[in-house]
Nanobody
Framework: QFVESGGGLVQPGGSLRLSCAGS????????MGWYRQAPRKERELVAY???????HYVDSVKGRFTISRDNAKNIVYLQMNSLEPEDTAVYYC?????????WGQGTQVTVSS
């Protein structure tokens, strides 16, 4: 499983940095993604990063979020800036494409004034 951390309550326009750790066997050499699930909505991909750090973002977060990874520590990060209420969700990391058996508990991000 992956273990996410770093969520919290933040005002609109604020920033958060999420972290996700996994064992080498499920992290090393894999494309890693950040996903989110808002209330009453399906889980969606937010961004992914290849082992060589090629990145992809969904349009709604381009220019605001930055995904990165530390391959030596088996950690993937998501720096979130200029947060909007629409970013409120539980954030998860997983391989991309997702592997159902590795979902963790996620970390709650709430953007509200």
């Amino acid at each position: 499983q992956f273990v996410e951390s770093g969520g919290g309550l933040v005002q609109p326009g604020g920033s958060l940095r999420l972290s996700c750790a996994g064992s080498g066997s499920i992290f090393s050499g894999y494309i890693m993604g950040w996903y989110r699930q808002a209330p009453r909505k399906e889980r969606e991909l937010v961004a992914y990063i290849t082992p060589g750090s090629i990145v992809h973002y969904v349009d709604s977060v381009k220019g605001r979020f930055t995904i990165s990874r530390d391959n030596a520590k088996n950690i993937v990060y998501l720096q979130m800036n200029s947060l909007e209420p629409e970013d409120t969700a539980v954030y998860y990391c997983n391989q991309f494409p997702m592997a159902d058996k590795y979902w963790g508990q996620g970390t709650q991000v709430t953007v509200s004034s």
